[in-house]
C-alpha cells in the first residue's frame, strides 16, 4: 500500500539556518504531494502540494520538488524564522483514493 | 468565508460508552474527511464523504462510522470506547476531494477515554 516516510525530529535550528525535511514516499499509481503544516493548538494547513513530476511547490519560501526517479518530495528553506516552528506534515493521494496518506511528522524548532 | 467547525473541542468518556462528533465544512464544500491522530500512529485516515455518500473508508474497525447530511454537515461516531480511541479528530473539507484538491482542516476534537 502507500506510505510516507519522513525524518525524525525534532529538528532545531538558528534563525535564518537552512532547513531541509526529508520525505520519501512508496505509491501504487501517480500521487500527488502534499506538505501540511500543524502550528501549535491548531488543526493542519495546505504549505505546498505538487501533483505531477517534477513540479515544484512553493510557498511562504517553502520549496519541494516531486522527483518521480527518487521518489522523493523533500521540503526546504533558505532562511527559517521562529514563526515557523510547527510541524510538518508530507502527504499523499494516490489517483482515485481521495485520502491522503500522511508522514509521522516531524517537528521543527526554530531559535532565535 | 468561515472555517471548518468542530465540536466538542475536548471531551472525556469512560470505556464502553459511545461518542459522537460533529463537523461543518467551509459554505460550498461538498467533501468531508475525517482522520484519527494519535502520537503512536500519526495521522490515519477514517473516511471520506461526498453529497451524502461514503466514498472511502480507512482500516478501522465497524465500531467508527459517520454520516453526512444534506447540507453537507458531518458527524462521525464511535461506540464502546476502548482506551485506544483516545486522540485527536480531525475534520477537513474540500470542494471534491482529496485527490489533487486541497483539503481544509478544523482544530479537531480531542477525545479522552478512561
Known amino acids: 500500500g502507500d506510505s510516507v516516510t519522513q525524518m525524525e525530529g525534532p529538528v532545531t535550528l538558528s534563525e535564518e539556518a537552512f532547513l531541509t525535511i526529508n520525505c520519501t514516499y512508496t505509491?501504487?499509481?501517480?500521487?500527488?504531494l502534499f506538505w501540511y503544516v500543524q502550528y501549535p493548538g491548531e488543526g493542519l494547513q495546505l504549505l505546498l502540494k505538487a501533483t505531477k513530476a517534477d513540479d515544484k511547490g512553493s510557498n511562504k519560501g517553502f520549496e519541494a520538488t516531486y522527483r518521480k526517479e527518487t521518489t522523493s518530495f523533500h521540503l526546504e528553506k533558505g532562511s527559517v524564522q521562529v514563526s515557523d516552528s510547527a510541524v510538518y506534515f508530507c502527504a499523499l493521494s494516490d489517483t482515485g483514493r481521495r485520502a491522503l496518506t500522511f508522514g509521522s511528522g516531524t517537528r521543527l524548532q526554530v531559535q532565535p | 468565508k468561515a472555517g471548518v467547525t468542530q465540536t466538542p473541542r475536548y471531551l472525556i468518556k469512560t470505556r464502553g460508552q459511545q461518542v459522537t462528533l460533529s463537523c461543518s465544512p467551509i459554505?460550498?464544500?461538498?467533501?468531508v474527511s475525517w482522520y484519527q491522530q494519535t502520537p503512536g500512529q500519526g495521522l490515519q485516515f477514517l473516511f471520506e464523504y461526498f453529497s451524502e455518500t461514503q466514498r472511502n473508508k480507512g482500516n478501522f474497525p465497524g465500531r467508527f462510522s459517520g454520516r453526512q447530511f444534506s447540507n453537507s454537515r458531518s458527524e462521525m461516531n464511535v461506540s464502546t470506547l476502548e482506551l485506544g480511541d483516545s486522540a485527536l479528530y480531525l475534520c477537513?473539507?474540500?470542494?471534491?476531494?482529496?485527490?489533487?484538491?486541497?483539503?481544509?482542516f478544523g482544530e479537531g476534537s480531542r477525545l479522552t477515554v478512561l
Open positions: 505509491a501504487t499509481g501517480y500521487p500527488s
Open positions: 459554505s460550498g464544500h461538498r467533501s
Open positions: 477537513a473539507s474540500s470542494f471534491a476531494g482529496g485527490d489533487t484538491g486541497e483539503l481544509f
